[in-house]
């Protein structure tokens, strides 16, 4: 059976292109056509439009899609989470020089400072008229979400920013072009702008949300019985890309062009290891702790796109959300 899979270029997408590259989805009986999308709203159209089976997704994103909040109409339900943490609030070398001047020098180091000092130098902007302005990939994000709580942990109100969506793989030109002030994204972009020297890294967001639900793999109705088989293949992917035996041929397929077009150390960087649970820059997270799917981590979710007014405080609603996102891999999967 042939399907058609999307996916924004990203390092958190890695388990659904090795289900491809890697035969396992050929070895459920499955042949996968696979589609990098332009931006994540034209990835749920085409998702919900029935132009692709499945996709890579941004977690709170499926939700709104299924629930109608976001986008067409759309039958997705989450077949498989798939990755924890990996984004970083990256801020323009200017912004940081002004943020040195209200003690934000340690930069990626103690966030809460560098929250507190963000803090003041966007209300003096908000006072004069011109806001900071910061790009999120999707107003329905995790992204979306750690950029409030940066801003709140500064005692900045949220709305004192202006934020833009900017798909993630063109935060790095609008922030060298002076279209933002800084950006939130996932790996590699934050990795790209550093060695562009066009900003600096300010907050990982694994620390501002610890393992945060970041990713997805949303599946159509429309799967039908090959659903069972096509989240069985890239839960195993997302088990091998998190084996760090593998890291070298992860890293070499997916730099390239026909996934993300990236010097292969930029990519590298996403995967290293920085301790015993931790990887790379971001700490993003793949395999079995991603794949888990406890509570908490979907309550952490609902919390935030209630507190982002998105969604609404009542049981249906919740219970609606719930039937949704699903309860994990299949039993099967690393047995």
């Not at 989240?231 to 084996?243: M, Q, T």
């Amino acid at each position: 059976m042939r399907l058609q899979i999307g996916y924004v270029p990203l390092c958190d997408a890695a388990p659904v292109v090795m289900a491809q590259e890697l035969g396992f989805a050929r070895e459920e009986g499955l042949d996968l056509d696979l589609s990098a999308e332009p931006s994540w709203a034209t990835l749920r159209d085409r998702l919900a439009l029935g132009h692709l089976d499945g996709a890579h997704m941004l977690a709170p994103l499926a939700l709104a899609s299924a629930l109608g909040l976001s986008g067409p109409p759309s039958d997705v339900v989450v077949g498989l989470p798939l990755s924890l943490n990996g984004n970083a609030i990256t801020l323009s070398n200017a912004l940081c020089e002004a943020m040195a001047g209200q003690g934000g020098e340690g930069l990626g180091e103690d966030w809460r400072g560098v929250a507190r000092a963000f803090a003041q130098v966007a209300a003096g902007r908000r006072r004069e008229g011109r806001p900071v302005t910061i790009g999120t990939v999707h107003p329905f994000s995790c992204h979306a979400y750690q950029v409030r709580l940066f801003a709140q942990a500064g005692g900045l109100d949220p709305a004192a920013l202006r934020t833009v969506v900017v798909p993630p793989q063109h935060g790095v030109e609008a922030l060298s072009r002076g279209l933002v002030d800084g950006f939130c994204a996932g790996a590699p972009w934050n990795e790209v702008a550093l060695a562009a020297g066009v900003g600096r890294v300010a907050a990982f967001c694994a620390e501002i949300a610890p393992d945060a639900p970041e990713k997805v793999f949303a599946v159509s109705g429309r799967s039908g019985e090959a659903t069972p088989a096509l989240v069985r293949a890239v839960a195993r992917a997302g088990l091998w890309c998190a084996d760090p035996a593998n890291r070298g041929e992860l890293v070499h397929r997916l730099g390239r062009r026909s996934h993300l077009d990236r010097e292969l150390g930029l990519v590298a960087r996403a995967f290293e290891r920085a301790g015993a649970d931790e990887t790379g820059l971001g700490r993003l997270r793949l395999g079995a702790p991603a794949q888990a799917a406890p509570p908490e981590r979907f309550g952490w979710l609902l919390d935030q796109m209630r507190a982002a007014g998105q969604l609404g405080d009542d049981p249906e609603t919740e219970a609606a959300a719930r039937a949704v996102y699903g309860p994990g891999p299949p039993a099967a999967v690393g047995a």
